[in-house]
């Protein structure tokens, strides 16, 4: 790949993932106060500066290495996790289900926000492919973000969402796996299985909702 090509891809990709991961986790943070929890208030995570939330191995060294790795064909990157106090919630087990479940529905909806600003960029005549590249990118990138994190293993947010479903003996088992949560899952995206059985599927579903979502649009401007 020439550095004029990896120089596209980055300002493509470069406004979408920031909005991405920034809202993502400013969305734990601003739900777990809402629900009594304000770690991360209090240490300046609830907020839109990307720069709060950038990893530098998560953010930057992973997916340029990904990028290169694979050609570009899979791309995954995180942020510093927003800071939790879980026991400091009003009610500890339902409370984390909605804070869990914060990061990626705010994906979903920024994922519908970036298709809708592409069908009006199209809709008003513009035609470069810049800003067409950039609102795709959007959709797909916010769309990997949230079926990833809703993999159910701790420490996904999946996973927080299961332990508070399951009934607490079942729950601590799988709370056990949180230390190794890393591992299986990175076993799963190399070995494809994560891809092919629960990525690709939940993105799938995912462009399916938005264009149910936007249809009524889509009919309009037809």
Not at 44 to 71: C, E, Q, S, W
Not at 105 to 134: K, R, S, T, Y
Not at 148 to 154: D, G, W
Not at 190 to 216: A, Y
Request: hydrophobic share 55%; net charge positive; with cysteine.
């Amino acid at each position: 790949m020439n550095s004029s090509s990896l120089i596209q891809a980055i300002a493509v990709y470069a406004l979408p993932i920031l909005f991405a991961i920034t809202l993502h986790e400013a969305a734990h943070g601003y739900v777990a106060k809402h629900f009594g929890d304000p770690t991360a208030f209090l240490m300046g995570r609830v907020t839109l500066n990307p720069l709060k939330h950038i990893d530098p191995l998560g953010t930057i060294a992973v997916p340029l290495f990904l990028y290169f790795a694979t050609g570009g064909t899979f791309l995954f990157g995180y942020a510093k996790p927003v800071p939790v106090n879980f026991r400091g919630l009003r009610n500890p087990r339902w409370d984390t289900l909605w804070v869990a479940l914060a990061g990626p529905a705010c994906n979903f909806v920024q994922a519908v926000l970036w298709a809708l600003a592409g069908v009006l960029i199209q809709a008003a005549g513009v035609h470069e492919p810049f800003f067409i590249d950039m609102a795709s990118a959007g959709i797909i990138v916010n769309l990997v973000l949230c079926a990833f994190n809703l993999f159910p293993v701790p420490p996904l947010d999946g996973g927080r969402v299961l332990t508070s479903l399951l009934p607490p003996r079942y729950a601590y088992y799988l709370d056990r796996l949180e230390p190794y949560g890393f591992f299986i899952v990175l076993a799963l995206v190399v070995s494809g299985v994560l891809g092919n059985l629960w990525l690709w599927p939940l993105i799938n579903t995912g462009r399916f909702l938005i264009r149910m979502i936007l249809s009524p649009l889509l009919t309009l401007l037809s």
